[in-house]
């Protein structure tokens, strides 16, 4: 037929890609011509085969064997590159700064900035040996008594023997009621007034 | 922003498990397009582990303007490409003219011969294709792969290989001739 359309339109017919117009159309064109129709019912067969190729196996554990081998991430790299540099690049310019103010050598103002430096840290240095003398005793001390006080219920423990642990605990317990339930009667009497 | 371009600036921030739904989300798409470049399961598996690595470095390039499938499997074209050469394989630029011993690959009228879609059930056809993919130049298959097993648009496609539309609607159409006429043959 003369208006036969090509087999190109035919399949992006099938995949929904022609225009309304054009569709139309080629609708109007199949009803009248059984090559055409023939054609078409063929390049549908293929197309649903084109389709419907089956996915190939992936193992389960892929993903995990590619996070395995990633490199560390960049941005986590230079995390703590980036305020080194800015703090190195905030000095510099500081410096410069004073230089270009003052006039003074730039040499003289390193070894003015570096000495303040010592000084204060000099000052400094005393008072962290000292409050590292005190934690040490305090430890020294504490651990002293927990080791006391384990030792000494050790040995409680064992002079009064399996019955006088039971006695006590019974007196404990008996003890215990009593409070709660003194507890319990105070409350309510409280609540009657 | 979209799903993918959240999961990935949260990749950028450090977070592995984001970049790991990335992988979980592309690993199947992107073996069975690499799996029909190469024509080898385990040549695509990987691959597939040595692009997520490399999509992984250049995350920082990523725009999200862009859609994030289109960026990955831009990548992916391009690596295919690089290590063909490097293979020295022989590629098929999609400006030359197709030379197919088998007759014009661009029939304007329907062929009214013999069905050949008729001949087989569903299964074998797609058994033939499958062997018949691997026939025809990889140029063409690989526009036929993006179009039908990686199912994007065809303006997709022209984003990701950098054509106009016309002309991946016209490559992806001759491949489909191809492949027909490879089925014929066999």
């Known amino acids: ?193 | 922003m979209t799903e993918d371009s959240t999961l990935v600036a949260q990749a950028l921030k450090g977070d592995r498990k984001a970049f790991e739904m990335i992988v979980r989300k592309y690993e199947q798409p992107l073996t069975n397009y690499l799996g029909r470049m190469t024509g080898e399961r385990e040549a695509a598996l990987d691959f597939s582990q040595e692009l997520f690595i490399k999509v992984y470095c250049s995350l920082g390039s990523y725009r999200p303007a862009y859609k994030f499938s289109t960026w990955l499997f831009k990548i992916a074209s391009n690596h295919l490409i690089d290590h063909w050469r490097k293979k020295k394989l022989p590629t098929l630029s999609l400006d030359q003219p197709v030379d197919d011993n088998e007759g014009s690959l661009t029939p304007q009228v329907p062929d009214p011969g013999p069905s050949v879609a008729r001949k087989f059930e569903l299964a074998e056809i797609r058994q033939k294709i499958e062997r018949a993919l691997e026939s025809i130049p990889a140029a063409f298959r690989e526009l036929f792969v993006l179009r039908h097993v990686s199912e994007f648009s065809y303006e997709e496609i022209a984003d990701i290989k950098s054509l106009p539309v016309g002309t991946v609607k016209n490559r992806v159409f001759q491949a489909k001739e191809m492949l027909r006429k490879r089925m014929e043959g066999s």
């Open chain 1, 1 to 193: 037929m003369r208006d036969c359309r090509s087999a190109e339109t035919l399949y992006l017919y099938l995949e929904g890609e022609l225009g309304p117009a054009e569709r139309r159309g080629l609708e109007a064109h199949l009803e009248g011509c059984p090559a055409c129709r023939e054609a078409l019912a063929e390049r549908r067969l293929l197309h649903e085969a084109f389709t419907s190729l089956p996915p190939l196996e992936v193992p389960p554990d892929f993903a995990l064997s590619v996070m395995d081998r990633l490199p560390e991430p960049a941005e986590a790299r230079s995390r703590w590159l980036a305020p080194l540099v800015a703090a190195t690049t905030s000095l510099i310019v500081g410096l410069l700064g004073f230089y270009v103010l003052t006039g003074e050598s730039l040499s003289d103002v390193l070894v003015a900035v570096s000495r303040s430096f010592s000084s204060s840290f000099g000052r400094l240095l005393p008072l962290f040996a000292k409050l590292l003398k005190v934690s040490g005793l305090l430890l020294d001390v504490a651990s002293g008594f927990v080791t006391m006080l384990g030792k000494g219920l050790v040995t409680l423990l064992s002079a009064l023997g399996p019955e006088g642990i039971g006695l006590i605990l019974g007196l404990g317990l008996l003890l215990s009621l009593l409070f709660f339930f003194g507890a319990k009667r105070l409350l309510s009497l409280g609540e009657k007034t």
